[in-house]
């Protein structure tokens, strides 16, 4: 008896860490950090330190809690809301794609800051 719950327990942990890996699997970073150096995104977020905008580690703690956390980034990203740097207002950069493949798998990546 003792026996069949530990093989249980395992079984249910395999699963759960199998489970979680397709989704870490599915982020291409290399593409992402190219993604953010053609579109020069790197001038303001750098991974852990503040520049004029934050890091990418806090954009992934702000974010992390939130479920519709991959599509408030997107849309940050694409619709070019109004942001504030040294007190100046002005227009965040819109990212020059529009593959939806491409925005998620960024969107993931930062989140994984
Ligand atoms: C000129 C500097 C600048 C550039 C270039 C820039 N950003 Fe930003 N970004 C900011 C600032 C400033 C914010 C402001 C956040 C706020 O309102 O607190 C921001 C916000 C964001 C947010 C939302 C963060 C939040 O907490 O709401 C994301 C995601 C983001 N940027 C990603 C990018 C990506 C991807 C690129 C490249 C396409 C990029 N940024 C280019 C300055 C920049």
């Known amino acids: 008896m003792k026996?069949?719950?530990s093989l249980t327990l395992a079984g249910s942990l395999f699963l759960a860490l199998a489970?979680?890996?397709?989704?870490?699997?599915a982020v291409d970073a290399?593409?992402?950090?190219?993604?953010?150096?053609?579109n020069k995104c790197s001038s303001c977020h750098h991974a852990t330190k503040?520049?004029?905008g934050p890091s990418l580690k806090k954009m992934a703690?702000?974010?992390?809690g939130k479920a519709d956390a991959e599509q408030l980034i997107i849309t940050a990203i694409t619709t070019g809301p109004e942001i504030e740097i040294d007190g100046e207002k002005e227009k965040h950069k819109?990212?020059?794609t529009?593959?939806?493949?491409?925005l998620k798998n960024l969107a993931q990546w930062i989140l994984t800051h």
Do not use: N, R
């Open 3 to 5: 026996h069949t719950i």
């Open 19 to 25: 489970g979680m890996q397709p989704v870490h699997a």
């Open 30 to 38: 290399a593409a992402a950090e190219k993604l953010m150096k053609s």
């Open 50 to 52: 503040t520049k004029s």
């Open 61 to 64: 703690e702000d974010f992390k």
């Open 94 to 96: 819109k990212i020059k």
């Open 98 to 102: 529009t593959d939806e493949a491409q």
